[in-house]
């Protein structure tokens, strides 16, 4: 059976739109149930504090659920657009778009679920700093959402650009790269600023006068922590907006498909690597507020040696892109 | 829609190079430099001992900030650099905000603003780093733990650069097209406030700081 153009597109529309809310409903349904159970927790510790506690933890998973909102909104525009196929590229594009949606998703649901199960936590241990929880629980989980802003913008880039003029071979492989590259390495970012926001809430609530330092520490090392998730993007636009001549070989082909897949699945590690030293950073900075400097070095320098792999991935995936 | 990622562009060739204009990105970012020598001028005149509302907002900005600067770099280096800082948050800020305004568009939103500002940054730290250590320590740096890992340290020193950039140009550039599809697609019905109120001023003040406290972080990390 010969199939045309138009009919492909709506095959890999569907099934693209299937997976990005398929993978996108992974992470941020985990997310939420941690902090449900952190707020069962909390609530029979202190049954007082109940309707405190239970607005929180639906604050917290409103925003942890906003990563598997981005996910449907992807999944609707894929099911009922209608897409005018100029060449066979869209295809892919539009296939990879979900993938792209759906990956980026993950990390940042279950990231997201850890500050609001702390902040749950938290307010029942001091009840008198609910406020200043509640807000750094929401820029903390804000911040969670970077990465998969980040797959988002990818997908809606490949989504909506003009393929009319670029060659068949090799740019498919581009565009399929450009959504794993961006998707997978928002995983590790996600999950990593996730645990940095949760040790922050926790340590407002032990050591109340060091509120400002445990924020300031939490964005630090939320902000180190998604550098990985950042040169999956920088990799995404390389290989969108780079100009490469039509051939009919496989291999750079197959170059620009592995330059994604080595720079998504060589971001995972480092963002949860990085997100496990910010995390443990930031308790022993609220706790030992005279030594903050010198924590903060050892934390950073900590973070730059996890993260090499990350940038041994980047030059590897810029050797493809640009050499091979 | 379709205007997504366009941007107006005067093209003056020269022969030799094509100098390109973002015209949308130059004229925002004078606006926004104009308003804030504005802020300063009405914030730093007529002082008095009971302060005016501008002056109570002028010294918390420059207090807040300038505290941050000397926990990170000690009371020396803070006294030169806080007003670097204290700009560099104003101008972000203001970069970040700008977008709600309608008609009006982030500089942030294209990549040149937050690009020559992480190479601002960089080129300080190094400033300071070569000035704090002398230059023979300076390269040393490089060639530690082992000497073969100067590439991957010397990457690692460029990729800060991307990172830093990216950050901010990613969460702006993000946050404007995911205002612009949802706005189109729900006919801007009830949802673009609240899309602004969270992308424009809670994500824009957020990132503004972030990119601040790693500057402040690149240039006490080179002086340690």
Redesign the interface.
């Known amino acids: 059976m010969e199939l045309d153009v138009q009919t492909w597109l709506k095959i890999a529309a569907f099934s693209g739109g299937g997976l990005a809310i398929g993978f996108g409903a992974i992470g941020a349904a985990i997310g939420e149930g941690h902090t449900a159970a952190k707020a069962n927790h909390a609530i029979s510790r202190n049954p007082e504090m109940a309707g405190d506690v239970f607005k929180s933890m639906l604050v917290g998973q409103a925003v942890a659920e906003s990563a598997a909102i981005f996910s449907l909104?992807i999944a609707l525009?894929l099911l009922f657009s209608e897409f005018s196929a100029t060449s066979f590229i869209m295809v892919w594009a539009v296939f990879s778009a979900g993938l792209c949606t759906g990956l980026g998703a993950i990390g940042s649901g279950i990231g997201a679920g850890y500050p609001a199960g702390a902040a749950c936590e938290g307010m029942v241990r001091q009840p008198e700093m609910s406020n200043r929880l509640t807000t750094n629980m929401l820029?903390g989980s804000?911040?969670c959402q970077?990465p998969s802003?980040?797959a988002?913008?990818v997908s809606?880039?490949l989504i909506?650009?003009d393929y009319s003029t670029k060659p068949m071979w090799p740019m498919w492989a581009a565009v399929l790269g450009a959504g794993l590259s961006a998707g997978l390495s928002a995983i590790g970012a996600g999950i990593g600023s996730g645990l940095v926001a949760q040790s922050s809430c926790e340590g407002i609530s032990r050591q109340p006068k060091a509120t400002a330092i445990a924020t300031?520490s939490m964005?630090?090392g939320q902000?180190?922590t998604?550098?990985t998730a950042?040169?999956g993007?920088?990799i995404s636009f390389i290989l969108l907006f780079k100009n490469y001549p039509a051939s009919d070989a496989i291999a750079p082909a197959m170059a620009l498909l592995g330059a994604g897949l080595c720079m998504g699945i060589g971001g995972i590690g480092p963002g949860i690597g990085e997100g496990i030293t910010a995390q443990s950073a930031v308790t022993w900075i609220v706790r030992n507020r005279e030594s903050?400097?010198e924590i903060?070095?050892t934390m950073?320098v900590g973070m730059?040696v996890s993260?090499?792999t990350g940038?041994?991935s980047?030059?590897i995936a810029l050797i493809l892109l640009f050499v091979v | 829609m379709q205007d997504l990622g366009k941007i107006h562009q005067i093209i003056i060739d020269l022969g030799f190079y094509k100098m390109t204009f973002n015209v949308e990105v130059i004229v925002m970012t004078w606006i926004i430099i104009l308003g804030l020598l504005f802020f300063g001028y009405i914030c730093a005149s007529k002082n008095k001992k009971t302060p005016h509302l501008f002056q109570v907002l002028g010294e918390l900005i420059v207090t807040k900030l300038y505290e941050l600067t000397e926990d990170a770099m000690g009371k020396k280096l803070a006294r030169k650099y806080s007003p670097l800082i204290v700009a560099l948050f104003m101008f972000l800020l203001m970069c970040n905000w700008i977008g709600m305004i309608p008609h009006m568009g982030e500089p942030t939103k294209d990549l040149n603003t937050p690009l020559s500002l992480g190479l601002m940054g960089f080129a300080i730290s190094h400033y300071v780093g070569i000035k704090t250590k002398g230059f023979k320590a300076y390269i040393k740096e490089y060639f530690e733990p082992m000497f073969f890992m100067m590439p991957l340290n010397l990457i690692g020193e460029l990729a800060k650069i991307v990172s830093i950039s990216f950050r901010l140009f990613g969460n702006i550039m993000g946050g404007s097209i995911i205002i612009m599809v949802v706005s189109y697609l729900t006919y801007s019905i009830i949802l673009p406030p609240f899309l602004n109120a969270f992308f424009g001023i809670f994500v824009g003040a957020i990132q503004a700081f972030v990119f601040t406290m790693l500057t402040i972080v690149y240039i006490s990390s080179q002086a340690k």
């Open positions: 909104v525009i820029i804000a911040v970077t802003v980040f988002l913008v809606f880039i909506y650009t300031n964005l630090l902000a180190i998604q550098t950042i040169y993007l920088l903050a400097g903060t070095r950073l730059a993260e090499s940038i041994y980047m030059v």
